[in-house]
């Protein structure tokens, strides 16, 4: 069973970088085909697709956040971590790692985080 284990700070300050980790058990990072994931949340907002780093350690991401987001991964202790720099309040929401399979739907993992509430404040 894929576990997916999210780590970093609930609280971010205006301007600055947003760092979440998500540690996977069950399965290796590097293993075909799947994408992992990051997908957020805000209130009242369906979720948003930011972005994911393949099992071959290609990167995607969101054209609306690519200039300001980085996911990368170390394989030595299997996780991958989002980075979103120069945050606003716009960028509240829950954030969640997850793991989709590829030729599925983005929006539409097999197994996800329990996800991270990120407030933007001073």
């Known amino acids: 069973q894929v576990q997916l284990q999210q780590s970093g700070p609930g609280l971010v300050q205006p301007s600055q970088t947003l760092s979440l980790t998500c540690t996977v058990s069950g399965g290796s990072i590097t293993t075909g085909y799947y994408f992992w994931t990051w997908i957020r949340q805000s209130p009242g907002k369906g979720l948003e697709w930011i972005g994911a780093?393949?099992?071959?350690?290609?990167?995607y991401y969101s054209p609306s956040l690519k200039s300001r987001t980085s996911i990368f991964r170390d394989t030595s202790k299997n996780l991958f971590t989002l980075q979103v720099t120069s945050v606003t309040p716009e960028d509240a929401a829950v954030y969640y790692c997850?793991?989709?399979?590829?030729?599925?739907?983005?929006?539409?993992?097999?197994?996800w985080g329990q996800g991270t509430q990120v407030t933007v404040s001073h």
């Open positions: 780093v393949s099992w071959s350690d290609s990167t």
């Open positions: 997850a793991r989709v399979r590829g030729g599925h739907t983005r929006l539409s993992p097999e197994y």
